[in-house]
């Protein structure tokens, strides 16, 4: 359901949680549309100074690429999210370390790349993940771009 601000309409969802099964290839998780209503906000956020037209009944980009690429964007960030095991009902608050070593036997592995997981963990719950942020930018939907009319 979109949101109503004055005259205009933000979206809740940019993806169903089809659209997030298909793109896994698996089920989606039970906590799916709370992914994908987080991921969207997300988007949004980073996408708010690109300029496109919207439906202004649903607040969806008219543009197929544009929609496409957005909703896609947003089905990125909620698999990297779910793969990572983030909920968002934390609010942004990790909950969970990355493990940074292991016991086997009287021996203990420890794992070198720990703290380089921890720092993208956290900044995949922060921001954009890589891949979520190619897809918008190379629709020129994240700014600075410049706007041409004509």
Do not use: H
């Not at 954009?128 to 897809?135: D, F, G, I, Q």
């Amino acid at each position: 359901m979109p949101a109503y601000y004055g005259n205009f309409v933000v979206p809740t969802m940019l993806a169903s949680i089809t659209d997030f099964a298909e793109y896994v290839g698996t089920d989606a998780p039970a906590n799916a549309t709370v992914l994908l209503r987080s991921a969207t906000t997300l988007v949004l956020r980073e996408t708010r100074q690109a300029y496109y037209d919207v439906d202004p009944l649903t607040g969806l980009a008219t543009d197929a690429q544009i929609g496409g690429a957005l909703k896609l964007a947003t089905i990125i960030q909620a698999a990297a999210w779910s793969a990572i095991n983030y909920d968002p009902l934390t609010g942004g608050v990790i909950t969970a370390d990355v493990e940074s070593s292991t016991k086997m036997l009287s021996s203990t592995i420890v794992f070198a790349d720990a703290a380089a997981a921890a720092q993208s963990r956290s900044e995949a719950v922060a921001g954009l993940v890589p891949e979520a942020e190619r897809v918008l930018e190379l629709n020129n939907l994240l700014i600075p771009n410049p706007w041409t009319f004509g």
